[in-house]
């Protein structure tokens, strides 16, 4: 059953997928539970959050404070193994190196993929979001709308859990009853934070993050998933009478031992294994879809990490969800004389339209938040609130100058102190030492707010990756060559964030050590920065123009599917991951059904 | 390079101090690895552990002396050198990542240019000064804005050391206690604010 080595997988499997993140989770779970045999194959280590997670480790116990460093470019404690930005011994090449032109691509070599150290903010996207080119002519248009991924946005935040609640706001969607759990209490912070946006005319409503603010119903839950399926229904409801409610410490980046968030690694992983339906083979560096001769897919090669040797796996049908750039690489690389350009890319679409999220930020200083007494804010590890989209009609009207929107997540609190604390504080202290600045770092200790713009960001022509002629990974796997470039929508978007930070701090009564930054592309973060890479195999309504149809199925070989970021038609504001559960969860149902019907 | 040996090459660059700047890589580099992109995140680490430290005992005493200066005790907490703050720096300034590296030139050659400067107002190293004697020279250089000319990189390491040392003693625990911070407990709920302080605050 479980985990397997390239000596012990079976010889034939009815579905390879083809790594281990919010895709291949989602795809092996709803088809292991189904009944489908299932092969996945992980390119990085295995990986074990229940004795691996540092929790509530403090700075001291880890090197350097626990700060960045290259080997962990999110701090020692982030869950993230063999990743970051680069991955020694798997380059890629940027065609440009200019910050305009700079794409960076986010890699993270273990089971489970980024889920481990994701923010784990699910935001739905909303019936624009489907038909952005329909609305205001730009852009590409989704072979899908709303309806269409409403009920598997409902089937998944029952599934890993999410909170949040139901505003009712212009297209950010509500969730049916049921689906989602209680938002955590807001911070002092985000109290003032939320009064003084409203008072700008500036939302600001319960984040929602796939965290568990209290256990999911394990009885409610799992009949509503599997409704015809007891099997199913046992299996998950003994995996979620497991998983623990927040305990309200430790950040969620470091994962979660007890499983209280999300990660596909402590939620779709153990039901799926336990269906005995998922074989898992980690250190699987995927390279080729292999292709029969009657013209489908016949399995995958691997480079298997622990011998370096070549292997083979064989299935019926093979889905793709080694994250955006990673599936397109790898069709790239299963050139055939029936596809020199690429597997899937009769439309000469693959690696085309390739989108981040627009980024920038701003933090300010809150005289009202100074010298509060003691107060435990861990709380939810951040987005108890933050602000959707709101400027829908000034947008319409051609007030904006940009044509798509985006979202603040906003924060502040006495966080758990560390490197950061004390630093950089001449601008309000004037560059005191001794006891008096034991006196500042206390004053100021929690009086600070930060702000993140995240926006959508409108797929271009200048925005693609493709083989670099040249440069070969440590496995002799030709690498991705991005090419990058931001539009005027992207870089007034930015500045707008800048003007909106800044104007929400003057009316807290704070300051900014900097006035916003007016010049968008001074703004605005590097191309990947956001790690909110999609695209690539866009889904379409036509085959001469998109990689796969509605069901994330590639045009040109009828048992090959992409499920991860790749098939984004568009990048709305709202983060992807929870998107990229739901096409997943689509696709595999609708799999599942073709198989039954013996069409695949 | 010893201390002596160090006061010496300040001295004699002195009137080149804003090369500090430019000319980082004039303190030799230990080539060390990091610990790598895998390494066991539920451990303990210590100072030394994982790449050699770089310190003498001069060095030691000298960045204690400026650390407690910077952090002194109070009722509240200890100072800065009683928590392993000098550790920490050690620890930072041998590291093998690229932060580390810029920050090794600019504190030992800051380090050394503090000696030095003592020397020549008071005729003993830094740590030998009395506290006003060693406030005289700090006042000089704690405001990088605001620093005479002549002072403007001797600045910049003060303002550097400060954050070492700041960002090492509130990673402790006494930092922690200082600084009233009472999470990273598990609970069985999370209440919020207390309403008194929402009240107090007009954000009931």
Redesign the interface.
């Known amino acids: 059953m479980p985990f397997v080595t390239a000596d012990s997988q079976r010889d034939s499997y009815d579905v390879i997928v083809v790594g281990s993140g919010a895709a291949g989770g989602q795809s092996a779970y709803t088809l292991a539970m189904e009944g489908a045999k299932v092969l996945m194959l992980e390119a990085g ?1 295995h990986y074990d959050p229940a ?4 929790m ?12 960045s ?4 470019p999110f701090g ?2 982030d869950a993230t ?4 930005w680069e ?2 011994g798997e380059p890629y090449v940027r065609a440009s190196e200019d910050d305009a032109g700079r794409f960076e691509w986010w890699r993270a070599r273990m089971l489970g993929g980024r889920t481990n150290h994701w923010g784990r903010i699910a935001l739905r996207y909303g019936p624009y979001d489907f038909k952005p080119h329909t609305r205001d002519g730009l852009g590409l248009d989704w072979p899908v709308g709303y309806p269409d991924i409403a009920p598997y946005y409902d089937k998944v935040e029952l599934l890993i859990g999410v909170y949040g609640s139901n505003a009712g706001l212009e297209n950010t969607p509500d969730s049916p009853a049921g689906c989602l759990l209680p938002p ?5 912070s985000d ?2 934070i939320a ?1 003084r946006a409203r008072r700008l005319g500036i939302p600001a409503i319960p984040g929602h993050r796939a965290v568990l603010t209290r256990a999911l119903d394990a009885h409610v839950n799992p009949a509503r998933l599997h409704p015809h399926n007891a099997t199913a229904r046992r299996i998950l409801a003994a995996d979620m009478r497991s998983r623990a409610a ?5 950040p969620c980046g ?1 994962g979660c031992s007890i499983r209280a968030n999300y990660q596909s690694t402590t939620v779709h992983l153990p039901p799926a294994l336990a269906s005995g339906n998922l074989d898992i083979t980690t250190d699987a560096m995927v390279y080729e879809v292999t292709l029969g001769r009657d013209g489908r897919a016949s399995g995958v090669s691997f480079v298997d990490r622990s011998t370096r040797r070549q292997r083979q796996a064989r299935a019926r049908v093979v889905i793709l969800a080694a994250s955006a750039c990673e599936s397109v690489r790898l069709l790239m690389n299963s050139r055939s004389v029936a596809f020199p350009q690429g597997l899937a890319n009769s439309s000469g679409r693959l690696g085309r339209y390739l989108m981040d999220t627009v980024g920038s930020s701003v933090s300010g200083q809150v005289p ?1 938040l100074e010298s ?9 590890d951040g987005m108890q609130l933050y602000t959707p989209w709101w400027l829908y009609r000034e947008q319409r009207a051609g007030k904006l100058g940009f044509a798509r929107g985006y979202h603040v997540e906003f924060g502040g609190g ?11 504080l ?1 601008w309000l202290t ?6 008096r ?2 006196e500042d ?2 004053r100021y ?2 009086s600070f707010v930060n702000f993140d713009g995240r926006g959508e960001m409108i797929p271009n022509e200048q925005s693609y990756c493709e083989i670099d002629p040249q440069v070969k990974d440590k496995w002799g796997i030709p690498v991705l060559r991005f090419h990058w470039g931001w539009s005027q929508h992207e870089r007034r978007q930015a500045a707008h964030m800048q003007k909106t930070f800044v104007d929400i701090i003057g009316a807290m009564g704070g300051r900014t050590r900097e006035p916003a930054q007016t010049d968008g592309a001074k703004a605005i973060a590097p191309g990947g920065s956001i790690i909110h890479e999609v695209g690539g195999a866009v889904m379409g309504a036509a085959a001469r123009s998109s990689v796969t149809n509605a069901w994330c199925q590639t045009w040109d070989v009828p048992n090959l599917f992409v499920t991860d970021g790749a098939v984004f038609a568009s990048n709305a504001d709202k983060n992807p991951t929870l998107t990229i559960m739901a096409l997943a969860w689509r696709a595999a149902d609708h799999i599942l059904e073709r198989m039954r019907r013996r069409e695949l | 390079m010893d201390r002596r040996t160090t006061i010496k090459w300040v001295l004699a660059a002195s009137a080149a101090w804003p090369l500090l700047e430019v000319r980082t890589g004039t303190v030799p580099v230990p080539a060390t690895p990091g610990y790598g992109t895998d390494p066991r995140l539920t451990r303990d680490y210590r100072p030394g552990e994982l790449w050699p430290l770089t310190f003498t005992p001069g060095q030691r005493r000298l960045a204690a002396a400026l650390a407690d200066l910077i952090i002194p005790a109070d009722p509240r907490s200890p100072a800065a050198s009683a928590v392993g703050v000098v550790d920490f720096i050690d620890e930072w300034v041998s590291a093998p990542y690229p932060r580390s590296r810029r920050d090794r030139s600019v504190v030992l050659e800051g380090l050394a240019w503090l000696d030095a400067e003592s020397s020549r107002r008071f005729g003993r190293e830094f740590a030998a000064l009395a506290a006003t004697e060693q406030t005289r020279i700090c006042d000089d250089i704690c405001a990088p804005a605001r620093a005479a000319a002549a002072h403007r990189a001797a600045a910049r390491f003060f303002a550097r050391f400060r954050d070492l040392t700041a960002g090492a003693f509130y990673s402790t625990g006494a930092g922690r206690k200082d600084l009233g911070y009472i999470g990273n407990v598990p609970l069985t709920h999370f209440d919020g604010p207390p309403a008194a302080l929402l009240a107090k605050l007009n954000l009931s």
């Open positions: 280590r004795t691996e997670t540092p509530f480790k403090t700075p001291d116990q880890a090197p350097l404070a626990g700060t460093t290259p080997d962990k020692f404690y193994i063999d990743g970051g991955v020694p955590p209490r807001p911070l002092v109290l003032l009064q927040c305990l309200w410490a430790t470091r009202l509060l007494p003691p107060l435990n804010e861990d709380a939810a006495k966080r758990m102190p560390g490197h950061g604390t004390g630093a950089e001449e004037g560059g005191s030492y001794g006891a600045f034991k770092v206390r200790y929690g």
